[in-house]
């Protein structure tokens, strides 16, 4: 019988994609996906370490597995628990300490490693018949070797939209971010591996595929190896925008997206590809965090809000249609009434499709969970009310202006109701409508007609080939 593996997932894309890589590794040890944490023979917590709060959401979830693997244990069963991600890279000794029943902790450079963890902690499980502890195996290392290099092909189908890690780790040392310390340092993986695994995941049934990196726009990787000379030099390395390009000649990959970006790292020639690459969406979340020139400086971010308005210019010359979305984060230490009016001012010169705002919370290692003037919460909290009303009209002012307008909607699955499906728009916007055929895995122009609290509905434009599809699937009712 195949062991039983659930895999709760916290955070980011990246996450999302490192988990399914995670089941990957996994499935040659006979592990199949489960829905039900107290019914599987491994439970991993893939963390994230960015929110507040975040180690101690961990704990409590390990506090409720703890009864299902002792009762697991009696009944001759045993469960491993693992801890993976950035709050396993970041305290993963504390984590052994405060929940010895875990049985593996391990960071997120280290997880195609996780067969052999799985081996260690078995045998020392078998060791331990009856005691409650588990094998506390922990490896949070930095490998000298890329994970990547090691990891096995897809093997399961993606679906019509699917993540792709491109690079990892961030030099950018934003003060208020965990993710150098947790992820590491940039590492970008060569072109060829990148095309190899898109068109895998094209031949399984992808249409869209998205890129992903900590700051995915420093992408740097190496040329593919036609490139090299014929004296065999080293290979060049590729930017983002070539390597997009790249990409896009791939036959059946209809769309491409990235995130995240950082502002330094908008070069020229990634510009240029958002207006000459039709497969690139109209769509970019382009992280700002403030609109103070002052706290964007003790942030480190290093730009000013006047060098992010100057690159929106520059990506809507390129791409007049271009949509933004941003991150911002309100009550950084030291943050003024003025700061923040220079934050209102810059989302109103930009004019967002959609924004992510968080109060400041600070982060355990970083250098602004060390500065004096810490916002009082009840300031922090006035101030994201008024910042995400700002945002919230702004994205409605978006979806209602798409009402009228005839977009092509990639439909991924059904809707609530019979004859119902559900895509996106190349803005990211939730599109439902419904059809005589099955919409699943194609792009169908659709004419917007509302806007709902959470989404789009239109009509399709032409339902005749639909139709057509129903009816040379209908049985044949003389054969009835």
């Not at 039709?278 to 992280?287: E, F, I, R, V």
């Amino acid at each position: 019988m195949a062991k039983k593996l659930f895999i709760k997932t916290y955070g980011c894309q990246m996450n999302v994609y490192d988990s399914a890589r995670m089941a990957e590794v996994l499935a040659p040890l006979g592990y199949a996906a489960t829905e039900d944490p107290a019914d599987a023979d491994m439970v991993i917590l893939n963390t994230c370490h960015i929110r507040e709060k975040a180690s101690e959401k961990v704990f409590a979830e390990l506090g409720r597995l703890r009864p299902a693997k002792e009762e697991r244990e009696a009944a001759g069963a045993p469960m491993i628990i693992a801890v993976a991600g950035c709050v396993a890279q970041a305290e993963g000794a504390e984590i052994i300490r405060r929940a010895p029943f875990v049985d593996v902790v391990l960071g997120p450079q280290t997880y195609h490693r996780l067969p052999e963890m799985v081996a260690r902690a078995t045998r020392a499980r078998a060791k331990q018949r009856g005691v409650s502890h588990g094998a506390g195996i922990l490896d949070t290392e930095f490998p000298a070797e890329s994970k990547f290099d090691h990891l096995p092909g897809i093997s399961a189908p993606p679906g019509v939209t699917a993540f792709l890690s491109i690079q990892e780790g961030c030099d950018r040392f934003c003060t208020f971010c965990v993710v150098p310390y947790t992820r590491g340092a940039e590492f970008s993986r060569p072109v060829d591996a990148i095309a190899a695994e898109a068109r895998r995941l094209v031949d399984a049934g992808a249409h869209e595929i998205t890129l992903l990196g900590q700051n995915v726009n420093a992408y740097h990787g190496a040329a593919p190896r036609s490139g090299m000379s014929a004296g065999g030099a080293a290979a060049a390395e590729w930017g983002l925008g070539r390597l997009i390009r790249h990409l896009a000649e791939i036959d059946g990959l209809r769309r491409i997206r990235y995130t995240t970006s950082h502002p330094r790292d908008m070069d020229a020639e990634l510009i240029a590809a958002h207006g000459d690459v039709p497969a690139l969406m109209p769509y970019l979340h382009l992280p700002v965090q403030s609109g103070s020139d002052r706290i964007l400086a003790a942030m480190n971010r290093q730009h000013t809000a006047d060098d992010y308005r100057r690159t929106v210019d520059r990506l809507r010359a390129a791409r007049p249609d271009i949509a933004m979305s941003s991150d911002f984060i309100v009550g950084f230490p030291g943050e003024s009434g003025a700061d923040f009016a220079a934050t209102l001012r810059l989302v109103d010169d930009i004019g967002y499709a959609q924004a992510y705002s968080f109060k400041y919370s600070p982060r355990p290692g970083t250098p602004a969970a060390l500065m004096a003037d810490q916002v009082p919460e009840s300031i922090k909290a006035e101030h994201l009310e008024r910042l995400q009303a700002l945002l919230r009209l702004q994205q409605e002012q978006f979806n209602r202006r798409s009402v009228g307008r005839t977009l092509p909607v990639l439909f991924d699955r059904n809707g609530r109701r019979e004859g119902q499906f559900v895509g996106r728009s190349p803005y990211l916007q939730s599109v439902h409508a419904a059809a005589p055929g099955d919409l699943r895995g194609r792009i169908v122009e659709v004419t917007i007609a509302a806007v709902h609290p959470n989404s789009l509905s239109g009509r399709i434009v032409d339902t005749a080939p639909l139709a057509q599809d129903v009816a040379r699937h209908r049985p044949d009712e003389a054969h009835a």
